[in-house]
């Protein structure tokens, strides 16, 4: 991937003593790529079931990294915006209060998959990319108490 420096050094100092440093406000957090309508938000679908979408890209995030469910039915979709990079989600095993069978083995880069499952125990599920855990393609679903 390449990077452009569009930073001027040099003459652009004098501009910046002007200006003031403080506007540097451009570049929220690294997240380069932007994320699609509805990601990561928990809603209920016509059905009751409670729906949310996470998005992967062409690095090791999955965004959100968490998200809080209640307990019940969850209806979860990884929608993958990469152009080369190949995704899954599982859930950690041995790692929430409960297994969760479940999981998304592969999405294509441009591809999305949908996935149903229930929940009962409050806590911290861990799911986990598992193509790139290891470079911390990790996330926590959270089941209210
Ligand atoms: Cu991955």
């Known amino acids: 991937m390449k990077r452009l420096s ?12 002007l200006t003031g440093c403080g506007g540097g406000a ?3 957090s690294g997240a380069a790529a932007s994320t699609a309508p509805g990601v990561g938000e928990v809603t209920t679908g016509p059905d009751g079931v409670q ?15 968490s ?20 995704h899954n989600l599982e859930f950690t095993q041995g790692a929430g209060p409960e297994e969760i069978a479940e999981g998304i083995s592969l999405v294509a880069p441009g591809e999305e998959e949908t996935i149903e499952f229930t929940v009962t125990e409050p806590g ?5 990319c598992s193509f790139h855990v290891q470079l ?3 996330g926590t679903m959270t089941v209210r108490g």
Not at 124 to 128: G, L, N, Q, R
């Open 124 to 128: 911290d599920h861990p799911f986990e």
């Open 6 to 17: 569009t930073r001027a050094a040099g003459a652009a100092a004098a501009v910046v003593l």
């Open 136 to 138: 911390g393609q990790v």
């Open 51 to 65: 729906e949310i979408t996470v998005q992967t890209q062409d690095d090791y995030v999955f965004v959100p990294d």
């Open 67 to 86: 998200f809080t469910v209640d307990p019940g039915t969850v209806r979860l979709t990884v929608v993958n915006v990469a152009e080369e990079m190949t």
């Open 26 to 28: 451009e570049e929220p």
